[in-house]
């Protein structure tokens, strides 16, 4: 009986950590019909970030948080 309750409670909080964004990470997909010259185009499938990099592989951090300073 205890060993089915361990169960249930590491699945609810396994759950509740998988829906927080910030602790899933990035899953990156290349989208080369945006590429930019020597940039490849890249988009996250868990956060929704864009970036382009300039090296063969995906970005490594999570981009959704980056953005220019309103003017």
């Known amino acids: 009986m205890i ?3 361990f169960a249930i ?4 909080v396994a759950y509740v950590a ?7 990470g990035c899953r990156w997909r290349k989208d080369s019909t ?7 185009f890249y988009h ?3 956060c929704g970030a864009e970036a382009y ?3 063969q592989s ?5 981009k959704a948080n980056v953005g220019g ?3």
Do not use: E, H, M, N
């Open 53 to 55: 990099t300039a090296t």
């Open 44 to 46: 996250c499938v868990a």
């Open 9 to 12: 409670a590491f699945a609810i």
């Open 69 to 71: 300073r309103p003017l």
């Open 58 to 62: 995906a970005p490594r951090d999570c």
């Open 34 to 40: 945006r590429d930019k010259g020597s940039l490849q």
């Open 3 to 5: 060993l089915i309750a």
């Open 18 to 24: 998988y829906r927080d964004k910030s602790v899933r």
